[in-house]
């Protein structure tokens, strides 16, 4: 494994400000991916999803494929704001490397690129595969969703490859999670002349707020945090508009459910005042949860880690990733099969240099190892 043209790559995708409302540097990200792996001889294709973000890649070894055995899934976009790689682009030291989105998930892309094509040409003749990067997970995939679960229903397995966790170990379960915006509609007047004509939807939202915090469940697992508010013109004018974003995190997909219908029976109803509420779901993606399907897989995953002399352990965490839509399809779906990681979302984001060869062999294993369709037809027949 030559490190430093894997270092060379990997700072031509972090230094470019790719946030996922930057839909241009994610275009160029995704225009410098297209051409390396056209130049190793795999067929691409851009996919045009939305105004509002960038583009999609598919990568494929067959020009036209019915179904996959299996879909490698990766993101293209960062959390990061243009500017984030002028302050601070990718950087190393002995034992780690440094910058916005190394770890989540420039790396990552970059690890399918090098175990691919590693793989033998038998390999590579025998298996159907297509790698799917998408622009808008950050913000919860809402322009890719359609797109990657049409791919997903036509593959047998789903490996995602987001950052390993910091010790390493892989994902088997993740959050689902969901974004809720709720607007407030008041009506406006002069704060100091005549306020009691007015109805103040900050003050609207100050008190739903305080019922919206309620909606968790800390048994159960369940997040209910309001992680954005704005609203009102001016200090002198009595607020006539305002909102509030709400994330939820969740365990149990029915425990969202409960959530849901109150936010939507909190909303049916004036706020505070007689102020006006409306709420709509921004994005949702619903919790990861490992079947007997992905379990087989799981197996098949910790045989390759034996055979390469990597560890497997596994982990469930609260974030969301593209896993768990092609998971709630019930296809088996692995997740953190990226090199190891952390600092995620913060300017202490990390790839630990190490763990990069390794995890380019362990995924090339995992993916050398699986059966084709034709095999799985031939073993039922028998």
Request: some cysteine; charged content about 20%.
């Amino acid at each position: 494994m030559d490190m430093n043209h894997y270092t060379r790559l990997l700072s031509q995708l972090v230094n470019i400000d790719c946030g996922t409302q930057t839909p241009q540097g994610v275009a160029t990200v995704a225009s410098r991916l297209c051409a390396l792996w056209q130049e190793a001889g795999w067929f691409t294709r851009t996919v045009e999803l939305d105004d509002a973000c960038g583009p999609g890649l598919l990568v494929t070894n067959r020009h036209e494929a019915a179904h996959y055995d299996v879909l490698l899934i990766g993101h293209m976009d960062t959390v990061f704001p243009p500017g984030t790689v002028a302050q601070r682009p990718m950087s190393e030291d002995e034992t780690r490397i440094y910058g916005p989105g190394v770890s989540d998930m420039k790396a990552g892309l970059l690890n399918i690129f090098f175990a691919l094509n590693n793989l033998t040409k038998t390999d590579n003749e025998r298996l159907s595969i297509a790698v799917a990067m998408n622009p808008d997970e950050e913000v919860g995939s809402p322009w890719s969703q359609q797109w990657l679960s049409e791919l997903a229903s036509r593959a047998r397995v789903v490996l995602v490859c987001e950052a390993a966790r910091a010790d390493g170990s892989l994902v088997k379960a993740r959050k689902g999670v969901a974004t809720w915006e709720i607007h407030f509609s008041g009506v406006a007047a002069h704060a100091g002349n005549e306020p009691e004509k007015g109805r103040s939807a900050i003050t609207a939202l100050a008190h739903t707020v305080l019922a919206v915090n309620q909606l968790a469940s800390p048994d159960a697992g369940t997040t209910v945090n309001v992680g954005i508010i704005s609203g009102g013109d001016a200090p002198n004018i009595v607020a006539a508009h305002a909102s509030a974003t709400v994330d939820i995190r969740f365990w149990e997909n029915s425990d969202y459910e409960r959530v849901k219908e109150a936010l939507f029976t909190l909303c049916s109803k004036p706020g505070y005042n007689g102020v006006a509420l409306s709420a709509h779901c921004l994005a949702h993606k619903p919790a990861m949860t490992p079947g007997k399907a992905t379990g087989a897989l799981m197996h098949h995953i910790e045989q390759a880690g034996e055979r390469c002399g990597v560890p497997i352990t596994w982990q469930a965490v609260g974030g969301g990733s593209d896993a768990n839509l092609t998971a709630a399809l019930g296809i088996p779906t692995v997740d953190g099969l990226g090199p190891v990681g952390g600092g995620f979302h913060s300017p202490d984001e990390y790839l630990e240099k190490a763990s990069v060869a390794p995890r380019i062999a362990l995924l090339g294993e995992i993916i050398s190892r699986l059966p084709c369709s034709e095999d799985i037809v031939e073993n039922t027949n028998n």
